[in-house]
């Protein structure tokens, strides 16, 4: 039988200790029992530091009713769905130890290269796998201030690749100078150094290959050497990154399934499975 054991005067001095009807196998310094759980005087007076004699009753008297119903609907349900989740716990368990196991196998003995070959495969096996929904591009970017001397110079080395003298200028005049001939940037990665909006970037990497963008301080000026635009498909070396996740996600599936079809004849030969 579920029993509440709280102390028999709580009205008249739950906070000052007065009351001694505490049941015998109280603990020490526990001020409220239910079904074998413990709620010590210390923490009520922790919660009534500084309060009125009335409040602190008030205090008490809710934090004792929410303590009791928490135990009392935890037990409930409990005793009401114990070997439900006893189920869970080792369903849980065991999926545990299985993904921890598999991570190991995959990790120490699946190859983790895929080859160039592989990779060409897939690119032109699934070629509506790989547009791009945003442009990318290679290039030169310089900022210069609005006041900055020869500009239009700058703008005609910057059509004409002259590296030499776009970096002797960037050099005495810009204030930001990146060449990425060699990598691909996106025009989400591009707008966290230009102040434009993306549909003005779209529309000017369509139309030429050099944008523009200038503000109220400075100029940006992006020569593009290379460009694929959103909705194309991605050049090869872009995809590669995609591609690889695939064909091993791919491979990381059937190297699993082997392994399991693997223990399972194992499992068989060494009679460690007995069909009746």
């Given at each position: 039988?579920?029993?509440?054991?709280?102390?028999?005067?709580?009205?008249?001095?739950?906070?000052?200790?007065s009351?001694?009807?505490?049941?015998?196998?109280?603990?020490?310094?526990?001020?409220?029992?239910?079904?074998?759980?413990?709620?010590?005087?210390s923490?009520?007076?922790?919660?009534?530091?500084?309060?009125?004699?009335?409040?602190?009753?008030?205090v008490?008297?809710?934090?004792i009713?929410?303590?009791?119903k928490d135990?009392?609907l935890?037990?409930?349900?409990?005793?009401r769905?114990?070997?439900e989740?006893?189920?869970?716990?080792?369903?849980?368990?065991?999926?545990?130890?299985?993904?921890?196991?598999?991570?190991?196998?995959?990790?120490?003995?699946?190859?983790?290269?895929?080859?160039d070959?592989?990779?060409q495969q897939?690119y032109?096996?699934?070629?509506?796998?790989f547009l791009?929904?945003?442009?990318?591009?290679?290039?030169?970017?310089v900022?210069?201030?609005?006041?900055?001397?020869?500009?239009?110079?700058?703008?005609?080395?910057?059509?004409?690749?002259?590296?030499?003298?776009?970096?002797?200028?960037a050099?005495?005049?810009?204030?930001?100078?990146?060449?990425?001939?060699?990598?691909?940037?996106?025009?989400?990665?591009?707008?966290?150094?230009?102040?434009a909006?993306?549909?003005?970037?779209?529309t000017?990497?369509?139309?030429?290959?050099?944008?523009?963008?200038t503000?109220?301080?400075?100029?940006?000026?992006?020569?593009?050497?290379?460009?694929?635009?959103?909705?194309?498909?991605m050049?090869l070396e872009?995809?590669?990154?995609e591609?690889e996740?695939?064909?091993?996600?791919?491979?990381?599936?059937d190297f699993l399934?082997?392994?399991?079809?693997?223990?399972?004849?194992?499992?068989?030969q060494e009679?460690?499975?007995?069909?009746?």
């Amino acid at each position: 039988m579920k029993r509440i054991g709280i102390i028999g005067c709580l009205a008249a001095g739950l906070l000052l200790g007065s009351c001694t009807a505490l049941e015998k196998k109280q603990q020490a310094g526990a001020a409220v029992e239910v079904n074998g759980q413990y709620l010590y005087r210390s923490t009520l007076d922790s919660l009534t530091v500084g309060l009125s004699s009335e409040d602190s009753l008030r205090v008490a008297q809710q934090y004792i009713s929410q303590w009791a119903k928490d135990i009392l609907l935890y037990d409930k349900a409990k005793a009401r769905t114990k070997s439900e989740l006893e189920q869970l716990v080792e369903d849980y368990r065991r999926s545990l130890y299985v993904h921890a196991y598999e991570e190991y196998l995959v990790d120490r003995r699946m190859p983790k290269v895929v080859p160039d070959s592989t990779v060409q495969q897939v690119y032109d096996r699934m070629p509506e796998r790989f547009l791009l929904d945003e442009s990318i591009l290679k290039g030169i970017f310089v900022v210069v201030p609005n006041d900055a001397r020869d500009i239009a110079k700058l703008k005609g080395w910057l059509t004409k690749e002259k590296l030499d003298e776009i970096e002797k200028y960037a050099y005495q005049n810009a204030s930001g100078y990146e060449l990425f001939t060699d990598k691909w940037l996106t025009t989400t990665e591009l707008l966290a150094h230009v102040p434009a909006e993306r549909a003005e970037i779209e529309t000017q990497l369509k139309n030429k290959n050099q944008v523009e963008v200038t503000d109220s301080l400075q100029t940006y000026l992006i020569q593009v050497t290379e460009k694929h635009l959103r909705g194309e498909r991605m050049p090869l070396e872009y995809a590669r990154p995609e591609i690889e996740k695939i064909v091993l996600s791919e491979r990381q599936v059937d190297f699993l399934n082997k392994e399991r079809e693997k223990l399972y004849n194992e499992a068989i030969q060494e009679k460690k499975i007995i069909f009746f």
